[in-house]
């Protein structure tokens, strides 16, 4: 999955059960906190979304703003958690692939 289908779901969730259905010039860098979008009840429910829709666990040190904050945060946060190889340095992932064998 790419990060623009991403981007383009949330915005869908967001604007739909945050906005009423309209974006009201909603910018994938706007903070959801900062421009009263989301609360702290909203992010559970962001939480539940993310987790259901996508298929992901998100840990208790995952629920920060850099992650959480913003369409392009959380797209970019669940790039990470759907390939996870993809976002750790070479050295982690040879590691634990040397882990691994017997």
């Known amino acids: 999955m790419q990060k623009t289908e991403i981007a383009l ?7 739909e059960n945050y906005l009423f259905g309209q974006d ?9 906190l ?4 989301i609360d ?3 992010v559970l429910e962001l939480v539940a979304f993310l987790q259901e829709t996508f298929g992901i ?3 208790d040190q995952d ?3 850099e992650n959480l904050d913003s369409i ?3 797209s970019s946060f ?11 340095p070479a050295s982690v992932v040879a590691q634990s692939l040397t882990e691994k064998r017997p």
């Open 9 to 15: 779901r949330l915005r869908s969730f967001v604007v």
């Open 24 to 32: 009201g010039g909603l910018q994938d860098t706007d903070s959801f």
């Open 34 to 37: 900062d421009k009263g979008i």
């Open 40 to 42: 702290s009840t909203g």
């Open 57 to 59: 666990t998100v840990e």
């Open 63 to 65: 629920l920060v703003p």
């Open 72 to 74: 392009n945060n959380v």
């Open 78 to 88: 669940l790039l990470r958690k759907l390939n996870p190889s993809e976002s750790a």
